[in-house]
């Protein structure tokens, strides 16, 4: 274990000291949350049912407000251990929408884990999803100066097509870190009989830790996440700062993408339920005012009913 701890923070040493050189950045079909470290899950299926519990998040992201046909997502997914098979098999659903202009995406997918125990609290695991993606394109609220051009059609059309992702996963209570893939058969989405959208494979590498202060209530948990293509790239580091006393957890943070934007996050949990807003200030291009704004609703709660003394109670003739 403390050679894994030792090789994750020359990992995350490295991944900070080349970040300046990662300058180029584009749009792309794929979506990024502010908060990745609440939506592990998202970017990776090996995630699924690892930490034990029922997990079940929902997003809602405005990006680039103030700006007309600008991006509006919405994610919900779930993912909890199956354990009438094993705690080793984890499984989870997710749903996602995303708007811009014209366009809009829809994917909706099923996610498997297998994970093995490593170490005394450690798990690694291997996660596969496949799901149905469509694009849509509604031309109805487009005033075009030339109704006729071809590139345009001139009604709703849609296609949709098969999508495939994987992912490696290992967790331990001070550290975690996953690479994962999407889009593995990089599929075109033929939209009528015009319109193609070419999804190129993504790939993803992200990790953290949790630094907890002594004496204290308060744990730092820096962490990160590189997405790329392999042609282009984007970055971002984030660290929380968490106060956690008698089930009472809040926490509060910074996040930054170079030459894109910095991240303002705060939040809490109370009883399984949480609760956090994000603000994305772009640095560049849009400017700061014209942000994004992410509302993060999670519950998350333990579902073992087959663990020892689950169930027990005390009679009420021996209270």
């Known amino acids: ?39 592990k899950s998202f970017y990776n299926p090996a995630v699924s049912g690892t930490d034990g519990l029922l997990n079940v998040n929902g997003v809602y ?21 199956v354990y009438f098979l094993s705690p080793r098999h984890g499984a989870g659903l997710n749903f996602l929408t995303d708007n811009i202009g014209m366009f809009s995406t829809t994917k909706i997918g099923v996610q498997y884990a297998y994970n093995i125990k490593l170490g005394k609290k450690g798990r690694l ?12 394109i509604d031309p109805s609220d487009v005033e075009l100066e030339d109704g006729s051009d071809p590139a345009f059609p001139s009604s709703q059309q849609d296609g949709n097509t098969l999508d495939l992702g994987a992912g490696l996963y290992f967790y331990h209570p001070k550290v975690w870190v996953g690479m994962s893939a999407q889009h593995l058969l990089a599929p075109t989405i033929t939209i009528g009989e015009t319109n193609e ?14 630094i907890k202060l002594k004496n204290s209530f308060i744990t730092i948990q820096p962490s990160f996440l590189v997405q790329t293509d392999l042609d ?16 009472r957890k809040f926490y509060g943070g910074l996040g930054y993408s170079p030459n894109t934007s910095v991240t303002f996050l705060v939040g809490g949990e109370f009883h399984g339920i949480k609760l956090g807003y994000n603000y994305q200030m772009y640095t560049s291009g849009i400017g700061m005012i014209n942000g994004s704004h992410e ?22 003739r021996w209270l």
């Open 197 to 210: 959208v070419e999804l190129s494979r993504m790939y993803y590498l992200m990790g953290g830790c949790n």
């Open 232 to 247: 282009t790239w984007r970055e971002d580091v984030q660290c929380k700062v968490a106060y956690d006393y008698e089930g």
């Open 125 to 136: 695991a291997v996660g596969v999803q496949g799901g149905i993606m469509t694009e849509k």
């Open 61 to 81: 992201s405005m990006q680039m407000v103030g700006y007309d046909g600008a991006p509006a997502t919405m994610y919900i997914g779930a993912d909890l251990p």
């Open 1 to 39: 274990m403390e050679f894994i701890l030792m090789m994750f923070r020359r990992c995350l040493v490295l991944t900070l000291l080349l970040l300046p050189s990662f300058v180029a950045m584009r749009g792309q079909w794929d979506v990024q949350f502010s908060d990745y470290t609440a939506l």
């Open 295 to 316: 509302l993060v609703l999670g519950y998350q709660t333990d579902l073992d009913l087959f663990k020892k003394g689950r169930n027990k109670h005390k009679s009420v």
